[in-house]
Nanobody, 126 residues
């Protein structure tokens, strides 16, 4: 069974940085489309970014230039480097994995992903 575990969340002031990690077990992350989503209280889960098996990246427009997704296949881990954080980035952040080879067609949709982590909270104070 594939399991995803996020870490690295916390409280940071506006303009600060955090790096989230998503460790994959029970599977090989390099075989998956990997994604990051976030959900703020009272809002729907929102796509943040994704990285394909060939390391193509996709981002939500509002995080482009501030967030960077990367993957370390040797460590079976994906990262989300978040810089210039804003209060509106406050949310629970979730990583997700999609083994299907056709997942790349819809990297921004939550339904594309089969496996999810438990989430890590990011709070940005103004």
């Amino acid at each position: 069974q594939v399991q995803l575990v996020e870490s690295g969340g916390g409280l940071v002031q506006a303009g600060g940085s955090l790096r989230l990690s998503c460790a994959v077990s029970g599977g090989t992350s390099s075989n998956y489309l990997m994604g990051w989503f976030r959900q703020a209280p009272g809002k729907e889960r929102e796509f943040v970014g994704a990285v394909s098996k060939s390391s193509l990246t996709y981002y939500l427009d509002s995080v482009k230039g501030r967030f960077t997704i990367s993957r370390d296949n040797a460590k079976n881990t994906m990262y989300l480097q978040m810089n210039s954080l804003k209060p509106e980035d406050t949310a629970a952040y979730y990583c997700a994995a999609a083994p299907s080879p056709v997942a790349i067609a819809r990297p921004r949709l939550p339904g594309t992903y089969d496996y999810w982590g438990q989430g890590t909270q990011v709070t940005v104070s103004s």
